[in-house]
């Protein structure tokens, strides 16, 4: 064999290597934290689009800020994960036109309408010129999470948006997710498991 056959079969068995542990690494995510970002110029494969599209409007850009607007409710998104979270953490920047409740949640169980809901907004009816429209970023901690089929769902929630006949502009989401991080002396029962688990 050549000098240089042997070259390309070495790099290309350090590539398969490298693709290896990068995906092992990906579904490990042995630092304990993952984090997605969805800021509606590009698409992200970790946090999906808004459904179902028919209360949804499609992006527009304006001042350097692509944004979707949200005009029936509710409005879901879900978050692509390789594993069980135990937390999220998630940053919304959004404007309220006239909406006086405005809840972002995450759903255990859409079946029975098991939702954990969480105010972003709240004005009484008395208040409703006082309703911040410009945009405002907010940040929501869930502490408990489901995970079905690799999936965590979320869910945007205004009850009188159609009353009001209002909108939800939505310019950026970032969710980070947390769970505990690995330590080297607990790798290699957890590597175990890993195995375990995919090969089951």
């Known amino acids: 064999m050549s000098k240089s056959l042997k070259i390309i079969r070495g790099v290309l068995v350090l590539i398969a290597i490298g693709l290896v542990f990068f995906v092992i690494i990906q579904d490990f995510v042995p630092s304990g934290q993952i984090v997605g970002v969805k ?15 028919v209360r949804v409007w499609r992006t527009e850009c304006s001042d350097q800020k692509c944004y979707q607007t949200i005009v029936g409710e509710p409005v879901y998104f879900f978050v692509s994960v390789p594993r069980a979270f135990k937390t999220a953490q998630v940053k919304i920047i959004y404007q309220n036109i006239g909406q006086p409740e405005i809840s972002l949640g995450v759903v255990h169980l859409r079946e ?10 709240k004005h009484s009816v008395n208040e409703m010129d006082l309703i911040n429209s410009s945009w405002q970023e907010k940040t929501i901690i869930f502490e408990s999470l489901p995970s079905q089929n690799n999936k965590i769902e979320f869910v945007i929630s205004a009850p009188e948006i159609d009353y009001y ?21 607990d790798f290699w029962p957890r590597f175990k ?4 688990r995919i090969l089951s």
Not at 39 to 53: G, M, R
Not at 193 to 196: G, P, R, W
């Open 165 to 185: 006949r209002g909108q939800i502009k939505i310019s950026h989401l970032e969710v980070k997710l947390n769970k505990e991080p690995w330590h080297w002396y």
């Open 112 to 121: 029975t309408g098991a939702v954990d809901l969480k105010i972003l907004d």
């Open 39 to 53: 800021d509606f110029k590009h698409k992200s494969y970790f946090i999906s689009d808004f459904y179902p599209a």
């Open 193 to 196: 498991n890993y195995l375990n």
